[in-house]
């Protein structure tokens, strides 16, 4: 009777079938890690409050969903007025304020404070009114009306730059582009909201200059005509007329003969560039010749 019994027992710890059963762990705590990058940015007559919500217990384990924040706001060392991701500034002009938050986790404790951001609280900025935009040769011109100590220009969104005056010339703005511009204020510690959008479709309406150095010498049986190239990168061709009617058009250097002459004639040339988008420039001074 205990052969039987013994052996199965023995056969089992030989074949390490039975496994050792330790001390119990202690449940989870399921503190959320503290956050480390909130910021704090007084925009117009808010203030606006971000971070990146924890993502891991200080365990390790992944927190899902993220904890919901308990923002606050204060005067003290610790802040002890709740907020939330956006805070009126108006009971706090005139205040350093600190901000910061904690976050709790499903067991319900509450993680470590956040970074702590001190702010000083002023008037609110104004938004800048107003925004107008011309459409020049070389570029965007912008002007606008506001009463900030700068001022950041967006195109499309993206900072373009930043000024002190109440406009801006965008020299670098192509043709044939639908741009969006706004502009926000900027003041010590605080910005104002951006203003409106306005949208720019630059054109490509503007003529070259017109050719320079035109002159005509007699040859032997042609006028031999040349000029200087045109200072315009986008003109595409040269245009001739001769006594007031078109004569060739399409020419890409800067020279032509006319065969077409005869002796005892005289004959008035004027030339004009033109470019990718068929603007003509204005038409050069004549220069007359009599063929001999």
């Avoid at 993220?66 to 907020?83: C, H, K, W």
């Avoid at 007329?241 to 005869?262: C, I, M």
């Amino acid at each position: 009777m205990r052969r039987t019994i013994i052996w199965p027992v023995l056969l089992c710890f030989l074949l390490s079938g039975c496994a050792y059963i330790g001390e119990p762990l202690p449940p989870a705590l399921k503190i959320p890690m503290a956050v480390t990058d909130l910021t704090a940015q007084q925009r117009g007559d808010k203030i606006y409050v971000s971070y990146t919500p924890p993502a891991l217990t200080t365990e390790g384990l992944v927190l899902d969903p993220p904890p919901r924040a308990d923002i606050r706001i204060g005067v003290s060392e610790l802040p002890d007025s709740p907020g939330g991701n956006v805070i009126y500034a108006a009971p706090w002009i005139g205040k350093e304020v600190v901000i910061g938050a904690t976050f709790r986790g499903p067991s319900g404790r509450v993680s470590e404070w956040s970074n702590l951001v001190r702010l000083t609280v002023i008037e609110p900025v104004t938004t800048p009114t107003h925004l107008i935009a011309e459409n020049t040769k070389s570029g965007i011109q912008l002007k606008w009306t506001g009463s900030a100590e700068e001022y950041r220009i967006l195109r499309d969104e993206v900072l373009l730059d930043t000024v002190k005056e109440t406009s801006f010339f965008d020299s670098g703005a192509g043709f044939d582009v639908d741009y969006s511009y706004q502009v926000q204020g900027v003041t010590k510690t605080a910005e104002s909201e951006i203003s409106a959008a306005i949208n720019v479709l630059r054109k490509d309406i503007y003529p070259p200059s017109s050719p320079d150095g035109f002159i005509a010498l007699a040859g032997v049986k042609t006028i031999e005509l040349s000029w200087e190239p045109s200072i315009d990168e986008d003109v595409s061709f040269y245009r001739i007329y001769r006594n007031g009617t078109k004569l060739v058009d399409n020419l890409d250097g800067t020279t032509f003969s006319d065969p077409d002459v005869q002796s005892g004639q005289t004959y008035r040339y004027t030339i004009s560039a033109v470019d990718a988008k068929m603007n003509e420039s204005e038409i050069s001074a004549p220069v007359e010749i009599e063929f001999p």
